[in-house]
């Protein structure tokens, strides 16, 4: 059993309860951190504006309602005893959640979403948009973030329907027709057709007709107006089996139920471990690459947490 990990636990329900009952004040544990962390009351008192008489009196007061002394007065610079340095471990959590309390309640206060959600499709590789997520995140800790993933135009549905307020993914002209949309370029999506090497063999480009024996692992389609079976790559009589994620997709395409075309990110391990293969077809393009752009809508307003994740995607993009 750990013991030191209960005894934290423990001084920490302590603390809470001291606090809770009006035994001990944040003050207090203010004036503790700062002559810890400066080594000595006159520099905490110069911190915090404070005589140094007064800071000793409040660590007393303090002491006195612990049952315990926290300071080590038997040399020129205050150390913390024992049972301190535990207290004080705990306490500078408090103090610390306090901060971010206090941050939280500024960021409301200033108009910051509290909720925030962003919708991006797979078939977008991720190293696009992480670092940009990452610092919003960090920036912004009063807002909880709602990340939604899927596939074949889900991000704009998403958006369209007012789930999302970012959508990330493949970008085709006419998508402009579902709506008036701010969009900002962040890169290329590539699909590839592959398929399990013992599906087929040869290394030559392989007929239609010779691909129409076996199933097409292809996406579910939206509901947008556009979306319909006239976008699939081939105009073939395969089987189809619909999927709609393209981990589903890349599973279906391993177990050999079918071939597909499917983001190149997500089967890169499987192409190099030969558990699939890129095959080519005759007559037709065999891969396909487009623009990944992000986006949100013209006719609402956008706060704090919006603009800043759209600067951090300019920013990489720059």
């Given at each position: ?28 544990l ?7 962390e400066?080594g ?7 911190r ?19 049952g ?9 610079r ?28 500024h960021?409301l206060a ?8 962003i ?7 991720p ?6 997520l990452?610092?919003?995140i960090?920036?912004?800790q009063a ?6 993933s ?6 704009l ?6 789930k ?12 402009h027709s579902?709506?008036?949309?701010d969009?900002?370029?962040l890169?290329?999506f ?20 010779t ?16 979306d319909?079976e ?6 073939t ?32 391990n ?9 095959f080519?077809v ?8 487009g623009?990944v752009?992000a ?12 603009q800043?994740i ?9």
């Open positions: 059993m750990d013991h030191t990990h209960n005894s934290d636990k423990i001084i920490f329900k302590l603390c809470l309860y001291l606090i809770n009952n009006y035994l001990m004040t944040l003050e207090q203010t004036i503790l951190h700062w002559i810890v400066d000595g009351l006159n520099s905490a008192a110069q915090l504006n404070k005589t140094p008489p007064a800071l000793s009196m409040a660590i007393k007061k303090l002491e006195q309602s612990l315990f002394s926290l300071l080590n007065r038997d040399h020129y205050l150390t913390l005893t024992e049972q301190g340095r535990v207290f004080y471990h705990q306490a500078k959590e408090i103090l610390q959640g306090v901060d971010r309390l206090q941050s939280l309640g960021q200033q108009g910051v979403e509290p909720l925030f959600s919708s991006y499709e797979q078939a977008a590789p190293v696009m948009f992480q670092s940009a990452s610092a919003t960090q920036q912004f807002t909880r973030f709602n990340l939604m899927g596939y074949r135009f889900s991000s549905e998403s958006l369209n329907e007012g999302a307020d970012l959508g990330i993914g493949p970008w085709f002209h006419v998508m579902s709506g008036d949309y969009t900002l370029h890169g290329n590539h699909l590839i057709l592959v398929a399990h090497p013992e599906l087929f063999h040869q290394d030559s480009p392989i007929p239609l007709t691909l129409s024996q076996f199933p097409i692992i292809t996406a579910v389609e939206s509901k947008l107006n556009f319909n006239s976008l699939t790559a081939f105009k009589t395969s089987q189809m089996c619909k999927v709609n994620t393209p981990q589903m997709a890349r599973q279906l395409l391993i177990d050999k139920i079918g071939w597909g075309m499917i983001p190149k990110h997500y089967v890169e499987d192409l190099a471990a030969n558990r699939l293969r890129q080519k005759a007559h037709f393009e065999s891969e396909f690459s623009e752009r986006y949100r809508r013209l006719d609402v307003s956008h706060g704090p947490v919006a800043y759209w600067q951090q995607l300019k920013a990489r993009i720059a």
